[in-house]
């Protein structure tokens, strides 16, 4: 690169791990990207702070051998992220270089790919015709980009009222082919192609409205769906200790959810479990579509062997990916895993920075950071009528398993739902781990979605939930006398109270993410296994003691999973059903 | 350390504290390495013209008119074949005393791998223990640690699944071991047949705290030449990794860092992180497996060790006395391997997964029915039943000193499922109740 491509140049007078301060011989930008020669290579780094002429630099890779006085280039310009036809199927680094072209086994320091393919052929269709007036965001045609329609827009940084000047015909175009001109109020003639970029740190604004989520997000986990339920543009978070299953419930999201693109930031965490979306995602069929999963999902994946500063990044990156499809009317699902280590590298950070620190050495303004990433997510309005959504669950990785430190407390604050993930449970192997009573969903509150659940569900679907609820915490009231006064010391009512809990436990909450048929199941199957659950749950049994009790629930159980492991409504299933009420028979007679 | 004529020399320090010395110097890398008469030492802060360096063996003793050298290179180590059988310490000097040997000098603790170039771990490695093979199957190229409390038997389980395990080399770094404990491990090496493949790296309690942070570098960057270059399955086993925790925090403490929960520095996770992830499954073969050691205190695992330790492992075994039976076992409640999934059923039988899990329940609920009798209350018939299976299926199967196959340790516990329960009690798929309930 040459050096008029740079606004000012510096030299670096101190180097701190990853921090690195720059004296600068010019003005400097808050966030701007720069690079340090060394070795030849450009190693980039961010403005973090600003001290008179000093740049306060995070290094996105290891500052080994950097020396004083190194030469080093401001651009300009805040980190960015390029957007085009091509994103998903690929799997990126936190600076959303394409690891796929990166050479050789190990990450080479300075090593850089594109993003995007400039060579592949698109099919375009114009969708704008000439004369129209637009808008940064407006639709000006469409690509198909495995089987979603890809809108490319007119270019976010835009400003002003457009007018389109002409519109590319159908045919096959690279990304960087002009595929519109538009020109501006000042009559200047601005070439569009099917690439965009766009600074990752600022949201995507270029809907009319944010609205109300109102439509539930199915993701065929029925302790979710059916209990505390997201809605499509809604928000979410997963705390939970180690091994309590955090990621295999990120991954049962990413693999079922009904979103027409995924997007997967694995954020400091371990390089397998990437390594296992990679290997699996691209044989895996997409419930939905029988296409492969990995054609609606791309992955931002900075593990925690990856540079500290661009893991910091990694979160921007893939929330601006996500942004970029919603835009095009898309229901987008953005996961991140952990945002656990995203606060932590900000706190090393903050910590090099000698910056005050609040709570547990995190930032003191880290609540305002977790909210304004949060707030990204949203069901929008677009100009022409559509509707796009963007759905974040994020994982949280409290330290000590202690739901009060600040990570956490920051995240309860702004995600509406909140999946607990309890200890007990996965040490008892109860997974999913999500504790039933613990958890929620602030959309059960919305009316919206009360009016939804009633048209698109079933008509009684929120006071069948209540019931089943409600027997969840009495059974656990009861659990805890029978704990307390003995077997014997308990009437047999308590004990079939108790059972009544197990059973919901064992057959609708508990679900087993390995197996093929059971880990997934459709809202008319939950509804009509709540529904079965709940016609056993009113029934009135005959039991002379409280073994007879244990027994026959155990017995039941058993059948009750067996039909969770049967395709719905097959002869197995029929099969397994016919026995249940055989044996219900039974004991309802005697 | 021999002087060579391009090396910078400097004498006078201006600054020091327990573990690192502060000088005025010029063209200094980061990360670089330098000698402080003689002692190892490490650039660890540059600000203009004053240098911070980290003094492994200490600084004790030294004086502000020190000689400094700088070596102008970041650690590096001279590694190669002829390594095999020998024992070094922090520095890469032989132990053992048999003399130094030469060979090509490699970067340590270089970059890490492409996570799009790793292959999925999928080949299963055998320890005889039923705590580990049935309950918690261990991977090639997986990183897990044992969990225990600091009279517990760790570094003998340790040697004992090296010695089990089929792989080409294994490489010992060993953190704070006491001397007797690096020679209990040499001379099981010595008398099985693990001599011909055994490397160590060891610090001892008589060494310095702050030299073992360089003990795993040295072993991982070690393992990645016979595993990425040579194509070879190796074993790494690191102990105690609690104590190379403890000298992270000795050193950023000195450096003034701000503390974050139990005096531990706020980068832990990222600096265990990085020596973890070197766990790899390689394309052409080449593979490296992380067995660690965990030391708790207390058997407090919310403490910020074994807590981060957890959240980058790919699980953890803990290791517990089971009462009933005064033995060790692997303790089957909050031991877990998250890469069992990949073989279980897979390359193991495919009653695999549905017994494990069965027998786990089962001795869950024992231990409900020992509480039960401890608080008094009277024991269920059930209870009684499910108790007995608890001491049968500790006693027979998960002990640590029990060497069984994957198979026979399934037979047995199916034999012990027939002996005290029932087919709803137990709980299994009904394929497999068809094909193995019988005999
Ligand atoms: N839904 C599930 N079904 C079966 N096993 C599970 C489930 N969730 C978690 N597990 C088990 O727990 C282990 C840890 O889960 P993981 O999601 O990696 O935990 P975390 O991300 O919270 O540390 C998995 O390897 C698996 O053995
Ligand atoms: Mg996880």
Known sequence: MSNNLYTCTGEITAIIANMVVVKANGPIRQNEICYYLHNNKNIMGEVIRTDRNYAYTQVFESTRGFKIGMTTNFTGNMLEAYLGPGLLTKNFDGLQNDLNKMEGVFLERGARTYPLDVEKRWTFKPIAQPGEQVLAGDWLGEVDENGIPHKI??????????????????????INDTIATLSNEAGEIIKVTMVQTWPVRLPIKSYLEKLRPSKLFETGIRVIDTLNPILEGGTGFIPGPFGSGKTVLQHALAKQAAAEVVIIVACGERANEVVEIFTEFPKLD?????????????????????????????VYTAMTIAEYYRAMGLRTLLLADSTSRWAQALREM???????????????????????????????????????????????????????????????????????????????????????????????????????????????????VDFVRNTLIQGREVYEQINILGDDGVTVDYHVMFWKSELIDFVFL????????????????????????????????????????????????????????????????????????????????? | MEKKSFQKIYCKLSNITKATCTLKAGGVGYEEMAFIQGRAAQVVKIIGDEVTLQVFSGTEGLSTDSEVIFTGESPSLAIGDHMT??????????????????????????????????????????????????????????????????????????????LRAKVDKIILGGMGLTWDDYLFFKSSFDQGYGKSKIIGFINTTEDSPVERLLIPDMALSTAEYFAYEKNEKVLVLLTDMTLYADALSIVSNRMDQIPSKDSMPGSLYSDLARLYEKAVQFPDGGNITILAVTTLSGGDITHAIPDNTGYITE???????????????????????????????????????????????????????????????ELSDYDKRVLKFAKDYSERILAIDVNLEIDQMLDQTWHLFKAYLSIDEVGIKQEFIDQYWKN
């Open chain 2, 85 to 162: 059988g020998r024992f070094f310490n922090s520095f890469g000097k032989p132990i053992d005393g048999y003399p130094i040997m030469e060979g090509t000098k490699r970067e340590v603790g270089g970059p890490s791998v492409n996570p799009v170039r790793r292959v999925q771990p999928n080949q299963l490695i055998t320890t005889g223990i039923a705590g580990i093979d049935l309950n918690n199957t261990l991977v090639s190229g997986q990183k897990i640690p044992f969990f225990a409390d600091p009279d517990q038997p760790y570094n003998q389980v340790l040697s004992m699944i090296a």
């Open chain 1, 510 to 590: 508990q679900q087993d993410a390995f197996d093929e048929i059971d880990a997934n199941t459709s809202i008319p199957r939950q509804k009509y296994m709540l529904e079965k659950i709940n016609v056993l749950l009113k029934t009135s049994f005959m039991f002379d003691n409280f073994d007879e009790v244990r027994n026959f629930f155990k017995r039941i159980i058993y059948i009750l999973k067996q039909m969770n492991y049967s395709e719905f409504q097959s002869d197995k299933f029929v099969g397994f059903e016919n026995e249940l009420q055989q044996v219900i028979n039974e004991k309802v007679k005697a």
């Open chain 1, 350 to 464: 903050s910590n090099r920075l000698e910056e005050l620190p609040g709570p547990d050495a995190y930032p003191m303004d880290l609540s305002a950071i977790i909210s304004n990433y949060y707030s990204r997510a949203g069901q929008i309005l677009l100009r022409n009528g559509s509707k796009g959504s963007l759905t974040f669950i994020g994982t949280v990785s409290p330290a000590g398993g202690n739901l009060l430190e600040p990570v956490t407390a920051a995240t309860k604050k702004v995600a509406r739902c909140f999946f607990a993930l309890s200890q007990e449970r996965a040490d008892n192997k109860r997974y999913p781990a999500i504790d039933p009573i613990d958890s929620y969903s602030k959309y059960l509150e919305y009316q919206e979605y009360l009016e939804y659940s009633k048209i698109h569900i079933g008509e009684n679907w929120i006071e069948d």
């Open chain 1, 286 to 314: 997409d419930p939905r579509t029988g296409k492969k999963l990995m054609e609606r999902t791309s992955i931002v994946a900075n593990t925690s062997n990856m540079p500290v500063a661009a893991r910091e990044a990694s």
């Open chain 2, 315 to 377: 699980g953890q075994l803990f290791l517990r006395r089971a009462t009933e039976i005064s033995k060790v076992i692997i303790d089957p409640f909050r031991s877990l391997s998250r890469l069992k999934q990949l073989v279980i059923g897979k390359s193991t039988r495919s009653d695999h997964p549905q017994v494990m899990n069965a027998a786990i329940r089962l001795y869950a609920d024992a231990a409900n029915a020992r509480t039960k009798l401890e608080n008094g209350f």
């Open chain 1, 153 to 174: 827009m007119v270019p976010f940084k835009l400003e002003g009222t457009l007018k389109v000047v002409e519109v590319a015909q159908a045919n096959d175009y690279c």
